[in-house]
């Protein structure tokens, strides 16, 4: 099977999860980060050279203050578990506004030279798609993605990194993103697999 070497993951519909399990929306966030582990898991077994996962954009920081340090949090928690796992991992976004966590900073200097690492993890963190362009292509250490799979049924990139996704394939997925299992992935590639990739030419 022709696999990706790099896979961008849109993880939407927490907070429509949230709401249907009768939790407060801001409560699906905290619970996406095991499905954030359980793909970069499966990823790596599978030998995906490189995950690009959306955290939260300038306009997400727009909702109500309680959802905003939630995912706050949840990028927190997740850069952290991505180091455990013993992946490279670069933050980029907007570092100069009150809504990116001051913790992630060390993140975002350069990875330098590779150390034995399975595979490199790019968190986007108040990011935003304008804020990159205008600011010299903050986001140019990043490589072209494949395939962007995003959850949670919507059929739009969102501001997702859109120099990156020129070329991309784009699989929806209808499942909410904290539902995610193994089996959603292989889905994603197998139908990445069946695509004519001719990047224009």
């Keep these: 099977m022709r696999?990706?070497?790099h896979i961008g993951v849109i993880p939407d519909g927490n907070r429509r999860w949230a709401k249907d399990k009768g939790l407060d929306k801001q409560d699906g966030y905290r619970y996406g980060l095991t499905a954030g582990l359980d793909l970069l898991r499966a990823a790596a077994k599978l030998g995906i050279e490189q995950l690009t996962f959306y955290g939260f954009t300038v306009d997400n920081c727009k909702r109500p203050k309680e959802q905003v340090k939630a995912f706050s949090r949840?990028?927190?928690a997740a850069a952290e578990m991505i180091v455990k796992e013993g992946a490279e991992l670069r933050v980029v976004g907007n570092t100069r506004s009150n809504c990116f966590?001051?913790?992630l900073l060390p993140y975002t200097k350069e990875c330098g030279e590779r150390k034995n690492s399975r595979m490199?993890?790019?968190l986007l963190v108040n990011y935003g798609w304008e804020w990159d362009i205008k600011n010299g292509f903050m986001s140019r250490e990043i490589p072209r993605i494949d395939l962007v799979i995003r959850w949670g049924g919507m059929c739009r990139l969102s501001g997702f990194l859109p120099v990156q996704t020129v070329y991309s394939d784009i699989c929806v997925l209808?499942?909410?993103w904290p539902d995610f299992?193994?089996?959603q992935l292989d889905k994603a590639l197998d139908w990445y697999g069946?695509?004519?990739v001719t990047?224009?030419?």
């Design 3 to 5: 696999l990706p070497h």
């Design 74 to 76: 949840a990028c927190v």
């Design 101 to 103: 966590p001051s913790e």
């Design 120 to 122: 490199r993890v790019n």
């Design 174 to 176: 209808d499942t909410l």
């Design 181 to 183: 299992d193994a089996s």
């Design 194 to 196: 069946r695509q004519d």
């Design 199 to 201: 990047l224009g030419g």
